[in-house]
């Protein structure tokens, strides 16, 4: 069954450095997500990617987060200068988005990235 | 999208149904009602998808009422590995690449 992976499975870090969280989508899906979850909370989104370009991000996306499609497999996510409060799973999800008719495709979740901020 | 409601808590033992109910008052008519499943430490999971009165597959059965106002999650016999958080969310059709909103779900506890 394909599968959605992500690299590495934990990253440590110190406070003010940048961070590259990598995902693979499964093949032949359309949308990239990148979500996150803080210990104990809930799951928060953070963009969308459609078409090589950001569809829809949230409050929690701003100018330190980028995203990028570097080829024509992996969907990633970049933190310029990470902050405590950056500590988090992050998730990686993709979607086929190519159904035709009323069903709705589901979106597939990664294993996540544990970013550890110090 | 429309907010959806669920009990923050429920406990169960080995072998009964469970019964997760989501109210969603404000569903619009291109909404779906989907459920997640996450266990600790893993990304949410895809269990089950409807838009109207019931529909079954190998994990789940989901009951939606005409009014499509509510949601109830049918979990038949549980295990002790069906402890796990369980996430009521809507999607639109219309939208196919609008994030999915995560409310705080329902941790469900399956003991022996």
């Known amino acids: 069954e394909p599968e959605v992976t992500q690299t590495p499975s934990h990253q440590v870090t110190q406070m003010g450095q940048e961070v590259i969280l990598r995902c693979v989508p499964i093949?032949?899906?359309?949308?990239f997500y990148w979500y996150r979850q803080i210990l104990g909370q809930k799951v928060e989104f953070l963009v969308s990617f459609y078409n090589n370009e950001i569809s829809e991000k949230s409050e929690i996306f701003d100018d330190q987060f980028s995203v990028e499609r570097p080829d024509g497999s992996n969907f990633t996510l970049k933190i310029r200068s990470t902050k405590l409060e950056d500590s988090a799973m992050y998730f990686c999800?993709?979607?086929?988005?190519?159904?035709?008719?009323?069903?709705?495709?589901?979106?597939?979740f990664g294993p996540g990235t544990r970013l550890t901020v110090l | 999208l429309a907010k959806t409601t669920q009990p923050i808590s429920m406990d169960s033992y080995e072998g009964q149904e469970v019964n997760i109910t989501c109210s969603h008052n404000n569903i619009a008519t291109n909404d779906y009602i989907t459920w997640y499943q996450q266990f600790p430490s893993q990304g949410p999971r895809f269990i089950i998808q409807?838009?109207?009165t019931k529909v079954t597959n190998e994990v789940a059965s989901l009951f939606i009422p005409a009014d499509r106002k509510s949601s109830t999650l049918s979990l038949p016999r549980v295990s002790l590995s069906d402890t796990a958080v369980y996430y009521c969310l809507v999607d639109s059709l219309n939208q196919a690449g609008t994030a999915l909103i995560f409310g705080k779900g329902t941790t469900l506890s399956v003991s022996s």
């Open positions: 409807g838009y109207k």
């Open positions: 093949s032949n899906h359309l949308y």
């Open positions: 999800a993709s979607r086929d988005g190519g159904s035709s008719g009323r069903k709705l495709d589901e979106q597939f």
